[in-house]
């Protein structure tokens, strides 16, 4: 989506909805999620990707991957064709 842009700004995520003007700010964790998620990675991936940043176990790693993808998604923010074709999320945006 053209419409939302996102960037890391001091090691936090700062997403921006054009469509809606909204501001969204995520700690560092969601940062690394975000870079995962404009590469295509899948829920398993995710999941990894955070365990190994922050030396957690992966059933912490993965409650908090759900979380914050499933927040995307109430947020409108993740593209709907590519996830129902893989059945697995993927951002909407990468980093501009």
């Given at each position: 989506?053209?419409?939302?842009?996102?960037?890391?700004i001091?090691?936090?995520?700062?997403?921006?909805?054009?469509?809606?003007?909204?501001?969204?700010?995520?700690?560092?964790?969601?940062?690394?999620?975000?870079?995962?998620?404009?590469?295509?990675?899948?829920?398993?991936q995710?999941?990894?990707?955070?365990?190994d940043?922050?030396?957690?176990?992966?059933?912490?790693?993965?409650?908090?991957v759900?979380?914050?993808?499933?927040d995307?998604?109430?947020?409108?923010?993740?593209?709907?064709?590519?996830?129902?074709?893989?059945?697995?999320?993927?951002?909407?945006?990468?980093?501009?």
């Amino acid at each position: 989506m053209d419409d939302i842009t996102w960037r890391e700004i001091d090691g936090d995520l700062v997403i921006l909805d054009l469509r809606s003007s909204t501001y969204l700010t995520a700690n560092a964790s969601a940062t690394v999620l975000m870079r995962e998620l404009a590469e295509d990675r899948t829920l398993q991936q995710l999941i990894e990707s955070l365990a190994d940043a922050y030396d957690i176990p992966h059933r912490r790693a993965e409650e908090d991957v759900l979380a914050f993808v499933e927040d995307l998604d109430e947020r409108g923010l993740l593209e709907s064709g590519r996830r129902d074709r893989r059945k697995d999320p993927v951002a909407a945006s990468g980093g501009r």
